[in-house]
């Protein structure tokens, strides 16, 4: 499976009542889990030349699906992986458009996104990913929860969100896959 139906509102996936504030934030989700962790880390795991995927070409700006920059990480909160994201900028994009997004590494893109007063943010779009679709198995994947020995794997749903991002001429995608460990983030306490 290639594609899914993504939904212009969240009550639309039928997601678990704890979990729609996280799919529903409107300000940067890095700094969200940032309240609810006493550390946050970007674990990087890829960023290269990749073939986008079908669901994701016309929101880009593409005919059909082709060669994108790609860009996966897993976001971590005391350690442990809660957000999947997944990022992907058109070839045609270019380092005036997106001057960061070669050299992000381990550093937050949601950082860089909310800090520029140049960029465009669009709106959220939510899906439910089933077990055959690709950024869910990616997701696995990178948990290492790939094999067969993976009890319930393939009937696991995840939650995703996605929004386009615009900066000059150039177009940004990024989908956030909503691990379930993300239920178990509390506030920080902060003192007085």
């Not at 704890?18 to 674990?43: C, I, M, N, Y």
């Not at 001429?169 to 178990?184: A, D, I, K, N, R």
Request: a positive charge; glycine letters at 6%.
């Amino acid at each position: 499976m290639r594609q899914t139906r993504w939904q212009p509102h969240v009550l639309a996936l039928n997601a678990p009542a704890a979990l729609r504030p996280w799919l529903t934030e409107d300000g940067s989700l890095t700094a969200r889990l940032k309240a609810h962790s006493s550390s946050f880390r970007v674990q990087c795991l890829h960023q290269q030349t990749a073939l986008c995927l079908n669901d994701e070409a016309a929101s880009i700006g593409m005919h059909r699906a082709g060669r994108v920059w790609e860009r996966e990480v897993l976001l971590r909160c005391d350690n442990t992986p809660v957000v999947f994201a997944h990022t992907v900028v058109p070839m045609s994009a270019t380092a005036t458009d997106w001057p960061l997004f070669s050299a992000l590494g381990e550093r937050s893109l949601g950082t860089t996104l909310f800090g520029d007063p140049q960029v465009r943010r669009g709106e959220l779009e939510f899906a439910r990913l089933r077990a055959g679709h690709p950024l869910a198995q990616r997701a696995r994947k990178a948990l290492g929860l790939d094999g067969s020995d993976a009890a319930g794997a393939d009937e696991l749903i995840l939650y995703a969100r996605r929004c386009l991002y615009r900066r000059r001429q150039g177009s940004l995608l990024v989908t956030e896959v909503f691990l379930p460990s993300v239920l178990t983030l509390l506030p920080r306490q902060t003192s007085k």
